[in-house]
Nanobody, 120 residues
Framework: QVQLVESGGGLVQPGGSLRLSCAAS????????MAWYRQAPGKQREVVATINSGGTSNYVDSVKGRFTISRDNAKNTVYLQMNSLKLEDTAVYYCNAAGSDLARRPFNSWGQGTRVTVSS
């Protein structure tokens, strides 16, 4: 079983910055892809950014140039640096990891979510 624990959410003014962290633990053999999703009130969950084990990243258009995803493979941790935050970035942010456990079985795990509120 693989657990994900997020941290770093909070309240920030428009134009401000936050850094989210997500640490994976448990029976991990490898993690192929780590990602951040978000769900705003009344909206569907959407992918914000993904990063594979080689460091290749992708972003939803609305955050390109403002958010940066990174990962520390040795620590099984993924980060999301969020700059120039906008009101529309307000959401609960979820971490996701997909990989193989020690028995070489695939897993796809979610964190509990961390709330980001952008407000003046």
């Amino acid at each position: 079983q693989v657990q994900l624990v997020e941290s770093g959410g909070g309240l920030v003014q428009p134009g401000g910055s936050l850094r989210l962290s997500c640490a994976a633990s448990g029976s991990i053999f490898s993690i192929a892809v780590m990602a951040w999703y978000r769900q705003a009130p009344g909206k569907q969950r959407e992918v914000v950014a993904t990063i594979n084990s080689g460091g290749t990243s992708n972003y939803v258009d609305s955050v390109k140039g403002r958010f940066t995803i990174s990962r520390d493979n040795a620590k099984n941790t993924v980060y999301l640096q969020m700059n120039s935050l906008k009101l529309e970035d307000t959401a609960v942010y979820y971490c996701n990891a997909a990989g193989s456990d020690l028995a070489r079985r695939p897993f796809n795990s979610w964190g509990q979510g961390t709330r980001v509120t952008v407000s003046s």
